[in-house]
């Protein structure tokens, strides 16, 4: 298969599968089973490293992905706010830093769940095949970052303009054929994992119970004897 050929599965074609995947899979699974739009928590299961890895792993992804949505968003601001090398410097390393963050945290999510046996038996195969994907995103994106620097620059002005062209239903590919093939995996894994979504626990992140930030506290009791 010739490169133009592969270019052309890879950034249009795959893309708009793993979109419309996604959009239509996720409506559906809703209407369907709005029960199951959950990330069934385990913690009530193990607490201990619960903490050290779910959260930092939240406070790392959340970060992460928010840089990417503005970057995707408002692309000349984030080159305004570049052009003083300063602040491009501190905008690459916070968001190395969050990059770090969340690989810290992943790591421990699957060393828990692996070497807890209540915790590896509510895991499905499924949750195995996500893990060994987030694993993988967020290892090639720190790697783009310590190899291929200044994404925060390139993002906007390459990056930005292709995904674009992808939602105006207008594709260009020209953005990312010449791209390394560290970045071009760190894309493809991304719609894979778009595509992949409405399938897997990742559709917690569109039910976020926002009446938690100013409902009453909780308290639970346990009652019973101790051991
Ligand atoms: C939008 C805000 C988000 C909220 C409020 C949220 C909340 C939660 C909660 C409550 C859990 C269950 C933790 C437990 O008690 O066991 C969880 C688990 C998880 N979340 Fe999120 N999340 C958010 C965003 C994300 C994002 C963007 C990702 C992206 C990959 C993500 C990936 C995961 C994964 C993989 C787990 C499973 C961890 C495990 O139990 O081993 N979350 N999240």
Known sequence: MSQHFLDQFLFVALPYVCLFTFF???????????FSYSSLSSQFLENKHHFWA?????????????????????????LAWNSHPLRLYVLEVSALAFGLLTLV???GVVVRRFSNTKIKNVTTPTDWILFVMLL????????????????SAWFASNLSPYLWSIFKLNPDVSYVAAMPHLVK????????????????????????????????PQVVRWYGRRG
């Open 24 to 34: 239509l899979m996720t409506v559906y699974r809703y209407r369907m089973q709005s």
């Open 136 to 151: 993988l995103q967020t290892i090639s994106g720190i790697s783009v970052a310590l190899f291929h620097p200044w994404g």
């Open 105 to 107: 945290g992943l790591i």
């Open 54 to 78: 779910v959260v930092p792993f939240h406070y790392g992804i959340l970060v992460v992905t928010a840089g990417h949505m503005i970057a995707f968003l408002i692309p000349r601001t984030i």
């Open 185 to 216: 995996f760190h894309i493809v894994l991304a719609f894979l994992t778009i595509g992949f979504f409405p399938f897997t626990r990742l559709v917690h992140v569109l039910v976020i119970p926002n009446p938690y930030l100013w409902r009453k």
